[in-house]
């Protein structure tokens, strides 16, 4: 039998139900609150906010466990791939070998953009972010299909060829974005390379020869799309669930997810960590200045790539990419001056009692961008990186609202503090 919460306010006592998810999380629901008390719940950024129920991913931020559908993401770096881990996220459960193939064979089916949204790309001057290029770009391709423009919410017989046209088209789109701030020609997709191969040809193959493709390279960027798949509620995937809730359609959704993750807060961390680390290194500190400056809360510094809202023991994900890291850069006999400095402030934040009293840790963006600089991926291009990533993660979410026959419009309430009633003054009467 659930339990109730009581709740006494005003004298009167209410009973509210309350929830236990399948890993023993527990929530009251508060969802009739405002109807049988007049009081609305606040909770300013949503930390003790469950904002839904989800079946796709589970954190346990106290023990540092994040799995998704189940699976614990070591296992699936260990074993999986992006698009096999793609797959799971978005339906739910691991594809069999047909599965699997009709899905990549989805993937290569519409990895093209039509064409003519090339000439969208040369509208952005040289220098525009690939992150601004790559919301942009999602959103404009919805102009160019009609499934999109007329979406029909819930009864989408071609859900799955939208899936694959999302997932594949991003990482063309990402591609080109890259290309055009830095004026090189275009390059089209291969049929015969996987997913995570075909990134980096568009990238950084030329017209007349192709990026010679090391094994090393392509594994570590497939583990950074597959550690970033998804990650519950966080800011993005929760405004890719607002945005869905209007029944927009999945690519407008998603855009917006794009925008919500470019903040450095968010999914820009990863390219802040690493100009942190060149300011460092070019202002001859070994990391202790830095250190000192991101505790003082007036010097407007903090240890990016440091710190999570809700892991407090550690992040899985930096412990994988860590090591990750440390065999790529042997691999390709690699050393980097900013990932001795990244150790050195690892080391010194782990020690130092304000980090450690605020349980702050090193989180996925602190050692992702020294292996994206390791194989030759371009600062700006770190946060697009994880979009890529992200998208399994956002579409899932989508699903779920979409799937889910009572999903309402989210429409959070307010406490309002501005003004009582006030009057309009004409304009020659103000002062
Ligand atoms: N450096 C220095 N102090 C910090 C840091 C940091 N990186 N992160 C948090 N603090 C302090 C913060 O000032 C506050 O101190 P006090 O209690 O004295 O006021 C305390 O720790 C709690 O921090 P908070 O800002 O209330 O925590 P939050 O849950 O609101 O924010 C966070 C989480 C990730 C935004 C924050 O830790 C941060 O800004 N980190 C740096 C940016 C970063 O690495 N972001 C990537 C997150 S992981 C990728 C993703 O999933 O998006």
């Excluded at 090393?216 to 966080?234: C, S």
Aim: charged fraction near 25%.
């Amino acid at each position: 039998m659930s339990k109730e919460a009581k709740l006494e306010l005003d004298g009167k006592v209410y009973s509210l139900p309350t929830l236990t998810g399948s890993e023993g999380e527990k929530a009251v629901d508060v969802s009739t609150l405002r109807a049988t008390t007049n009081y609305i719940t606040i909770d300013d950024g949503y930390g003790n906010t469950g904002s839904c129920a989800s079946k796709v991913t589970f954190i346990d931020g106290d023990q540092g466990i994040l799995r998704y559908r189940g699976i614990p993401i070591e296992e699936l770096a260990e074993k999986s791939t992006f698009v096999e881990t793609a797959y799971l996220i978005i339906y739910g459960e691991l594809p069999n070998a047909v599965e699997l193939k009709r899905f990549s064979d989805l993937l290569g089916t519409h990895q093209f953009l039509h064409e003519d949204m090339k000439y969208h790309f040369e509208g952005f001057p040289t220098g525009a972010h690939p992150m601004a290029i790559l919301s942009s770009m999602i959103n404009a391709a919805s102009c160019f299909d009609e499934g999109l423009m007329k979406w029909q919410w819930g009864k989408m017989k071609q859900f799955d060829v939208y899936v694959a046209k999302l997932i594949s088209q991003v990482r063309t789109i990402a591609a080109y974005s890259y290309r055009k701030s830095h004026g090189l020609p275009l390059i089209y997709p291969k049929q015969n390379y996987k997913y995570t191969e075909n990134f980096l040809h568009m990238l950084f193959s030329m017209p007349y020869e192709d990026f010679q493709l090391k094994p090393e390279v392509v594994k570590a960027l497939d583990l950074i799309f597959l550690l970033h798949a998804d990650h519950e509620q966080n800011c993005s995937t929760s405004t890719v669930r607002m945005v869905a809730s209007s029944q927009a359609n999945l690519f407008a959704s998603c855009a917006a997810g794009v925008c919500a993750l470019w903040g450095p807060l968010h999914g820009g961390a990863n390219q802040a960590v690493l100009e942190m680390l060149a300011d460092i290194h070019n202002s001859g500190d070994d990391g202790s200045k830095f250190i000192t400056a991101s505790k003082d809360k007036n010097s407007g510094k903090k240890l990016m790539g440091f710190g999570h809202r809700v892991y407090k023991n550690h992040d899985p994900r930096a412990t994988i990419i860590k090591k990750a890291c440390d065999d790529v850069l042997a691999k390709l006999h690699i050393t980097d001056p900013l990932l001795d400095i990244a150790k050195k402030l690892e080391e010194a934040a782990l020690k130092d009692s304000y980090f450690v009293e605020r349980k702050l840790y090193p989180n996925v963006d602190f050692y992702s961008g020294i292996i994206m600089r390791a194989i030759g991926i371009p600062v700006e291009m770190f946060t697009v990186i994880f979009a890529i990533g992200r998208m399994p993660g956002w579409i899932a979410n989508y699903k779920e609202i979409m799937d889910e026959p009572k999903s309402r419009i989210y429409r959070p309430r307010q406490i309002y503090t501005g003004k009582t009633v006030n009057h309009y003054v004409d304009l020659e009467a103000r002062k």
